[in-house]
């Protein structure tokens, strides 16, 4: 797995296929590896690029902790360096924030958004009083698992609320949300499905919060469908 310093910070990465580029942006507490079955699917038609984002999986926490908006400039960065001008951008939960804060940062450089069990706003009351108790119990561990867990969990509570931009959306957007998902409920999807112009939104029954993972053959096949009939980007 490469490794690339962007932002004063060492993240890894990691790249399958060939064709039109199309990045994933894993969820909070988990890692690149999570989007295994979509890097096995996709990368036969795409230029697949996975990465964990700071302070997960292999790449570097750094000491005085970080935000969404780091997240957000290591991803650009890491396509300036990737030589990536416009890409498809897939996200799952907070990953699924970050590649919306991009698309809203870095228009010119999303074809089209695929947002998996996101919030686009503040994590609901239940988790984020559960996420708060849980940090607590993590930061008296001490251990290097556990600081990585408190930051980020600091970083995703402190947020901003991005419902107000929603509209300034202007490139295809898929929503996707389990029905089972309490983490991210369908209300949040509907509001967004109902600020974003044209977007699509489509949920999986009996699943819950990780539906690349819990359904994978119906999510990528969804994805794949979405791109196909919606996406036409120009690199």
Known sequence: ????????????????????????????????????????????????????????????????????????????????HLGVERTYLAGLSMGGYISLCFALTYPHRVAALVLSGTNCGPVVDWLHKRGHEKAARMRAKGTDAAIRYVRAHEANVDRPDLTGRLSEIRVPVLLIVGERDIITPRRISEKMHSEIAGSRLVELPDTGHKCHEEQPQAFNSIVSDFLDEWANPKF
Do not use: K
């Open 1 to 80: 797995m490469p490794e690339i310093r962007v932002n004063g910070t060492s993240i890894h990465y990691r790249i399958a296929g060939s064709g039109h580029p199309f990045v994933f942006t894993h969820g909070g507490d988990l890692d690149s590896s999570s989007w295994d079955s979509q890097v096995a699917f996709f990368s036969d038609r795409y230029r697949v690029i996975t990465y964990d984002t700071r302070g997960h999986g292999r790449s570097e926490l750094p000491e005085s902790g970080y935000r969404v908006d780091d997240c957000v400039e290591d991803l650009h960065q890491l396509l300036d």
